[in-house]
């Protein structure tokens, strides 16, 4: 090869060299085809929107020099919003990101959520690279990979969960009962006069006395005679039947010298096994394990006091402390308490609360349908009995449920003051936990509530925000709202949901929502027309939502359908 030739073969080396370098300095843009997006469109669970991006490097595509960021970004409205962002780099790059190699290239998965807004449904997915070579930048545009956003789950509405009150402890009859005891001698069965003279059974006379001749009390007596269980069974039956018949006896002439006119129920036991138990376990005698493991080795009376009399240093003790104490006839004065009736308190409430107690009041309550008189009751609780977390909890739920989060929360806050163990306080503030997108807390307050009253609603709400639909299913069991038939339809148990929704007690807007969306899934447009009138109907804002729900896409070039939203 002469001169000239090795010139030109050498100029031609170098402008491939030359071209080689210039075509590599920058990353080349990549399609679609190298992106698998999860799920497809994106699903809003809860009030969240969870992306799942699976990509593909080409072979020989990423560059060993060069660093690439990808972040989401979900474009909507003329707004944006960054996801997380995930780097990658080339072989001969020092760093903490993921190497793809070369020559084979790589896979690769992002993984973000962005939190959702009402204008998200008309949306679009995009990947955004920033890519360098050696720190020189190299652009690439940004990818659209998804469309829209299917936002069924976040109608999952805490303003219509049943906030928790708590009960008053009302009982329209109180069952009291009033005891005394008479003690015997060891063997004998006369009543003695220091034991008709104690001033416990003065006091219980009294008693019986007060109950026969209150109009609102009912009284009957019992009598339980007993005889220690030494000595043979023979012995010890007739003693208990002697002092038995000698305490009916006087408590019938005491009782109609009062012109007490009540039933009087007797029985003796022979041998007191039961009593005598009772009191050695609760005693301090050294060896009561011992005995008390004789009465269960051996069922046969005479067999038990024939053991525990050969324990010879026990049995002292039992003679001085235990059996003396079982030598008794126990008079109970069986006493039911008629509370006021429900006209009654109603009566009261209206001309005199002052008569009513707490629980009367919280009782009260619960007779009226007035949400006022309700309101005012709760109000006068929480005057004149504020050391009671009932009447804060209770006002606040009527806050709640009147849309005054504020109030509902300052009532929540004193209820807790006052009991911050409170399960309905506890559950309450979940919920304004909850509205405030503090799922964190709003766990953890539902720990502390067990107990409360529409706790099973709480929890399917928490349930469903975090995505855990069969739970929620579960958690609301029968319950006839709007949150339950979500539910349902989420784990596309669509009969079910139908059911539940037609059953709701005051169906709203969001009710026919949800039922429309069922009709669209079931491929029912008949359903879905009716419903989405019905929904539109109350409210407006509904046919904006409708006309960008993916839920109704395949209906968009239905006229019947467009002329529902306009």
Request: net charge neutral; hydrophobic share 35%.
């Amino acid at each position: 090869m002469n001169r000239k030739s090795r010139l030109l073969s050498f100029l031609f080396a170098a402008a491939v060299v030359l071209f080689t370098t210039s075509c590599s300095s920058k990353l080349k843009p990549l399609s679609q085809n190298n992106f698998n997006v999860t799920p497809t469109p994106l699903e809003t669970v809860g009030n969240q929107i969870p992306v799942t991006v699976n990509g593909t490097f080409p072979e020989k595509w990423f560059h060993k020099n060069a660093t690439l960021t990808v972040t989401p970004i979900l474009k909507f409205g003329g707004n944006e919003i960054a996801g997380t962002p995930f780097s990658y780099q080339g072989e001969s790059i020092s760093g903490n990101r993921v190497t793809i190699p070369h020559s084979r290239g790589g896979n690769f998965t992002i993984t973000t959520t962005f939190p959702y807004s009402p204008e998200m449904q008309s949306s679009e997915l995009y990947l955004r690279f920033d890519g360098r070579i050696k720190n020189k930048q190299s652009a690439l545009p940004d990818l659209k990979v998804a469309d829209g956003v299917i936002a069924t789950s976040a109608l999952a509405d805490v303003k219509t969960t049943t906030p928790s009150v708590a009960d008053d402890g009302f009982q329209r009859i109180i069952q009291e009962a009033q005891e005394a005891n008479i003690m015997f001698v060891i063997q004998q069965a006369n009543l003695r006069q220091s034991e008709l003279n104690k001033r416990d059974l003065t006091e219980w006379k009294r008693r019986v006395e007060q109950a026969f001749n209150d109009p609102k009390q009912n009284v009957n007596v019992e009598v339980s005679a007993y005889a220690s269980p030494d000595g043979g069974l023979s012995l010890n039956e007739q003693l208990a039947a002697q002092r038995e018949k000698n305490t009916s006896k006087y408590l019938e002439n005491e009782l109609s010298k009062r012109n007490i006119n009540t039933d009087v129920y007797a029985r003796y036991t022979a041998e007191d096994w039961d009593g005598f138990r009772q009191l050695v376990s609760a005693s301090n005698l050294q060896d009561k394990e011992l005995i008390l493991r004789v009465l269960e080795m051996y069922p046969d009376s005479e067999t038990r006091e024939k053991e525990i009399k050969n324990i010879s240093y026990v049995f002292e003790d039992l003679a001085t402390t235990i059996l003396p104490q079982l030598r008794r006839s126990r008079i109970t004065a069986n006493i039911e308490i008629i509370g006021k009736s429900d006209e009654e308190i109603m009566t009261a409430w209206k001309n005199n609360p002052k008569e009513l107690s707490v629980e009367e009041l919280l009782y009260a309550s619960t007779l009226t349908n007035d949400e006022k008189v309700k309101e005012r009751i709760y109000q006068y609780v929480t005057a004149n009995f504020s050391n009671d977390y009932r009447g804060w909890n209770n006002i606040g739920t009527m806050f709640y449920k009147q849309g005054d989060y504020a109030k509902a929360k300052q009532a929540f806050d004193r209820a807790a003051q006052v009991n911050p163990s409170a399960p309905e306080v506890n559950m309450n503030k979940a919920l304004l936990a909850i509205m405030d997108n503090d799922l964190q807390t709003a766990n953890e307050l539902m720990g502390r509530s067990a107990g409360a009253a529409s706790l099973d609603e709480a929890m399917g709400l928490l349930s469903l925000l975090q995505g855990n639909y069969n739970q929620a299913v579960g958690a609301y069991g029968n319950n006839r709202t709007n949150n339950a038939g979500l539910a349902q339809l989420l784990v596309r148990d669509y009969n079910k949901a139908k059911q539940t929704l037609e059953s709701v007690e005051a169906p709203d807007a969001t009710t026919a929502y949800l039922l429309a969306i069922i009709a669209s899934r079931t491929n029912n447009f008949n359903d879905v027309a009716a419903n989405l009138r019905t929904a539109i109907g109350r409210d407006r804002t509904f046919a904006t939502r409708a006309a960008n729900d993916l839920e109704f896409a395949k209906y968009r070039t239905n006229q019947e359908f467009m002329s529902i939203l306009n």
